[in-house]
T-cell receptor
Framework: NAGVTQTPKFRILKIGQSMTLQCTQD?????MYWYRQDPGMGLKLIYY???????DKGEVPNGYNVSRSTTEDFPLRLELAAPSQTSVYFC?????????????FGPGTRLLVL | GESVGLHLPTLSVQEGDNSIINCAYS??????FIWYKQESGKGPQFIID?????DKRQGQRVTVLLNKTVKHLSLQIAATQPGDSAVYFC????????????FGTGTQLKVEL
C-alpha cells in the first residue's frame, strides 16, 4: 500500500488564483481529514469526511472547499488564494471512528501565496 | 476556549539520556490522547496513544503517562537516540463526531551527541 499520497509537493500561487490539493489513500479508510500547519505551530483541522458524499467543517474552514465523491479521494480546493493561506497542508485518513484507530498522514503540500 | 498546549517549546538532551516531553490539556471531556512525531519535511507519525481510563501505557522505548487530576500528559523516551530528534505533538480526541484531533503547539526535541 502506498498509504496516503498528496500532490503537488510544493506550489506557489498568486493572490486570487485557485488550485486543488489532491489527496488519495489506498487503505479503504472511511475517514479523511485536511489539516494546515503554520510554521512552528500544531495542525489545525480544515475539513473532514466520514465517508463518500459526506463532508463537514473543522476548526478553520474559511477559504476552502472539499468534496468526497469516492472513498479514495479527498481533494481540497482553494478558490481565491490569500497570503494567509500560506502553510503546509496535510491530508490524513483513518478506518473509522473507533478511537483505537490512528490517523495516517500524507507527506504534505507546501503552499506559498504571494 | 478549550486548548491543548505544551510546556516547553525546545528540549535538548544528551544521547542515551531519557527525555520527558510534557503536555497540558484543558478539555476534561477528552477521552483519548495521541503523541505524534514529526520529522522535518514530513507528516506526523503516530507514536503512542492512551485512553482516559488509563494512567500509563508503554511502547517500545516510549511511555505515555496521563494525569487526569491536573490534566497533564507526558511522553517519556528511554535512551534517547539521534533519530529521536523531531517535533513532538500531543493531540486530544474531541468525541462527538469524526474522530477529530486537536493538536498542541509542539516541542522540538534535540539530541546532542
Amino acid at each position: 500500500n502506498a498509504g496516503v499520497t498528496q500532490t503537488p509537493k510544493f506550489r506557489i500561487l498568486k493572490i486570487g488564483q485557485s488550485m486543488t490539493l489532491q489527496c488519495t489513500q489506498d487503505m479503504n479508510h472511511n475517514y479523511m481529514y485536511w489539516y494546515r500547519q503554520d510554521p512552528g505551530m500544531g495542525l489545525k483541522l480544515i475539513y473532514y469526511s466520514v465517508g463518500a458524499g459526506i463532508t463537514d467543517k473543522g476548526e478553520v474552514p474559511n477559504g476552502y472547499n472539499v468534496s468526497r465523491s469516492t472513498t479514495e479521494d479527498f481533494p481540497l480546493r482553494l478558490e481565491l488564494a490569500a497570503p494567509s493561506q500560506t502553510s503546509v497542508y496535510f491530508c490524513a485518513s483513518s478506518m473509522n471512528r473507533d478511537l483505537k484507530e490512528t490517523q495516517y498522514f500524507g507527506p504534505g503540500t507546501r503552499l506559498l501565496v504571494l | 476556549g478549550e486548548s491543548v498546549g505544551l510546556h516547553l517549546p525546545t528540549l535538548s538532551v544528551q544521547e542515551g539520556d531519557n527525555s520527558i516531553i510534557n503536555c497540558a490539556y484543558s478539555n476534561s471531556a477528552s477521552d483519548y490522547f495521541i503523541w505524534y512525531k514529526q520529522e522535518s519535511g514530513k507528516g506526523p507519525q503516530f507514536i503512542i496513544d492512551i485512553r482516559s481510563n488509563m494512567d500509563k501505557r508503554q511502547g517500545q522505548r516510549v511511555t505515555v503517562l496521563l494525569n487526569k487530576t491536573v490534566k497533564h500528559l507526558s511522553l517519556q523516551i528511554a535512551a534517547t537516540q539521534p533519530g529521536d530528534s523531531a517535533v513532538y505533538f500531543c493531540a486530544e480526541i474531541l468525541t462527538g463526531g469524526g474522530n477529530k484531533l486537536t493538536f498542541g503547539t509542539g516541542t522540538q526535541l534535540k539530541v546532542e551527541l
